[in-house]
T-cell receptor, first 115, second 113 residues
Framework: AQKVTQAQTEISVVEKEDVTLDCVYE???????LFWYKQPPSGELVFLIR??????QNEISGRYSWNFQKSTSSFNFTITASQVVDSAVYFC????????????FGKGTMLLVSP | NAGVTQTPKFQVLKTGQSMTLQCAQD?????MSWYRQDPGMGLRLIHY???????DQGEVPNGYNVSRSTTEDFPLRLLSAAPSQTSVYFC????????????FGPGTRLTVT
């Protein structure tokens, strides 16, 4: 069975600090997809990134970067120079190729960025 | 495109009442799902559909029914509401089997007293 673990329940940082959110996953499939979603205080889920299991290249998008390592089954998310607007709950999720587009979510990490 | 819409946004039920949470998408997506979000639990899959007329159970299906008579709509029915079903419910849709980005609705906050 697939599983996603986000061991950090809550992280507090001061603005401009860098912060890394950890995500470890378990799956038996060789083809799978990993996602990160952001849930701001308003409650909606905002898609951040999708990565397939055959693409281990790290990705950078502005202040966001993702480190995918199959050897450790991790897909970590780093925010550089954090801002107050980054305060949200961040979810890592996994979808197996055979899983009909259904997602298994981690329990989320709440990030609090203070001024 | 309106994307994924959900109604109502908020609902209070009494134990034993039934109701339907509505979900619709206008993106011609084949795949639709319902998740519930509980504090400290992340989102858990209730039911999903791979196309009109086809539905299947997710991780936590008990107490819920779904049907998919059209591509656009995927309602979630609570047959006899229980306090354990107090949660935030999200509907999602996806273009294809290849697990592209899932588009989520704004959620329905349900309280069962």
């Amino acid at each position: 069975a697939q599983k996603v673990t986000q061991a950090q329940t809550e992280i507090s940082v001061v603005e401009k600090e860098d912060v890394t959110l950890d995500c470890v996953y378990e799956t038996r499939d060789t083809t799978y997809y990993l996602f990160w979603y952001k849930q701001p205080p308003s409650g909606e889920l905002v898609f951040l990134i999708r990565r397939n299991s055959f693409d281990e290249q790290n990705e950078i998008s502005g202040r966001y970067s993702w480190n995918f390592q199959k050897s450790t089954s991790s897909f970590n998310f780093t925010i550089t120079a954090s801002q107050v607007v980054d305060s949200a709950v961040y979810f890592c999720a996994l979808s197996e190729a055979s899983g009909y587009s259904t997602l298994t979510f981690g329990k989320g990490t709440m990030l609090l960025v203070s001024p | 495109n309106a994307g994924v819409t959900q109604t109502p946004k908020f609902q209070v039920l009494k134990t034993g009442q039934s109701m339907t949470l509505q979900c619709a998408q206008d993106m011609n997506h084949e795949y639709m799902s319902w998740y519930r979000q509980d504090p400290g639990m992340g989102l858990r899959l209730i039911h999903y559909s791979v196309g009109a007329g086809i539905t299947d159970q997710g991780e936590v299906p008990n107490g819920y029914n779904v049907s998919r008579s059209t591509t656009e709509d995927f309602p979630l029915r609570l047959l006899s509401a229980a306090p354990s079903q107090t949660s935030v419910y999200f509907c999602a849709s996806s273009l294809s089997l290849d697990s592209y980005e899932q588009y989520f609705g704004p959620g329905t906050r349900l309280t069962v007293t």
